[in-house]
Nanobody
Framework: QVQLVESGGGLVQPGGSLRLSCAASEGTSTNIGMGWFRQAPGKEREFIAATNWSGGTTYYGDAGKGRFTISRDNGKNVVHLQMNGLTLEDTAVYYC???????????????WGKGTLVTVSS
């Protein structure tokens, strides 16, 4: 069973930046895609971005285009989400996800982290 652990969430002021990280449990095959979703209060979970096993291919959903950047440590099951220009609407629980590439970009990953809360507030 793959376990995903997110870190880096917290409170940030509007216009600020935050970097989230996610690490998969030891022994996880490196041949998996990893990505990020988020769920704001009262809203459905939405896809942000994903990267393939090497980090060489990335794919962004509407929620992640423009201000967010996904990256992956070379050869490792560690993925990051750099978030810039944060707004109140970015307040949400951010979830790390992993699995086969096609399933991931079709918003149906095999594995989920427990999530990390990002609060944007002045």
């Amino acid at each position: 069973q793959v376990q995903l652990v997110e870190s880096g969430g917290g409170l940030v002021q509007p216009g600020g930046s935050l970097r989230l990280s996610c690490a998969a449990s030891e022994g996880t095959s490196t041949n998996i895609g990893m990505g990020w979703f988020r769920q704001a209060p009262g809203k459905e979970r939405e896809f942000i971005a994903a990267t393939n096993w090497s980090g060489g291919t990335t794919y962004y959903g509407d929620a992640g285009k423009g201000r967010f950047t996904i990256s992956r440590d070379n050869g490792k099951n560690v993925v990051h989400l750099q978030m810039n220009g944060l707004t109140l609407e970015d307040t949400a629980v951010y979830y790390c996800a992993a699995g086969g590439w096609v399933k991931l970009i079709r918003r149906s990953p095999d594995y989920w982290g427990k999530g990390t809360l990002v609060t944007v507030s002045s």
